[in-house]
């Protein structure tokens, strides 16, 4: 044996791995993501159009705030089922620290939830006839709601981000992504709300700013796919990397931009919905199983 063999350190069985150990987010967390995207788009997208040309879009965003606050409630209950222990849910309203994502992300969260559920209380009650709403107050409460919302779609990256998982670490663009994708979906969710609900001007005048977001939210995932390549090609084998961004990018982002463009009936846009939802959802998967996956040795 040589001098060098001889003081050569034995091989570390973990040389090849991570330090740190994946967290217990699975199913549940990429769903969470999914309709945390759903849920603040569709209102901000929404809540902008009725403050901005309540003639044209009021009638359509009645009935995308009903849908939102759906939403939001199944993205909770997502988030609940997800924790260690469900019951002790509240115990993240105990501190309030904005220097943290989770905190604050919380903590929007729950301040988006409070006017969104006022706004289709008083939809409800005026659908009731049982009193007149004040345009003023609803729009109170849509301006209140529309900070918390925005920071409620961007923290969720931010918080995946600041981890020290692997390819989580070096996403600077997931928030972007997300808060995009967000915007997207909601765009592309009101624009199909129009359509079958029968208000064509409003559809007329959302489908090209939907076609542009579609095209525009490449440019984050892009970039984001290019912070995540290293760690992405060190556990996906190529073909199901060809597979991911031909489902998030082209099924998921290009091709309903393409149906829109087609034209705005209720079947091409209804497929360019599920299309662009499909997409979404699959690189919330990717990105939420990136931990969990094993380096590929061979």
Known sequence: MTTAAAHRPP????????????????????WDLFFNAVTTGLFLVAASCDLARPGLFAPVAAWAYPVALVVLLVDLLCLVLDLGDPLRFHHMLRVFKPSSPMSLGTWCLTAYSFPLTAVVALQVVGWLGWADVPRGLHVGLLVV????????????????????????????WLGAYHAASAVTLGAVGLLALATVAGHGD?????RPAAMALLVLAAIPLAFLGGELGPALE???????????????????????????????????????????????????????KLPHRHVITG
Request: proline share 6%; glycine share 12%.
């Open 11 to 30: 091989t570390s069985p973990y040389a090849d791995r991570e330090p740190t150990k994946p967290p217990d987010w699975h199913g549940l967390v990429v």
């Open 202 to 206: 409003a559809a007329a005048a959302l």
């Open 145 to 172: 709601g529309l900070l918390p919302a925005l920071g409620s779609g961007v923290y969720k990256g931010v918080l995946f981000s600041t981890s020290s998982q692997p390819g989580w670490r070096d996403a600077r």
């Open 234 to 288: 060190r556990r996906y084998h190529r073909s199901e990397l060809w597979l991911a961004v031909a489902l998030s990018g082209g099924l998921g982002l290009l091709f309903p931009a393409c149906l829109l463009a087609v034209g705005g009936g209720s079947g091409l846009v209804t497929a360019a919905e599920a299309c662009a939802f499909a997409g979404a959802w699959v690189a919330r998967s990717v990105i939420v």
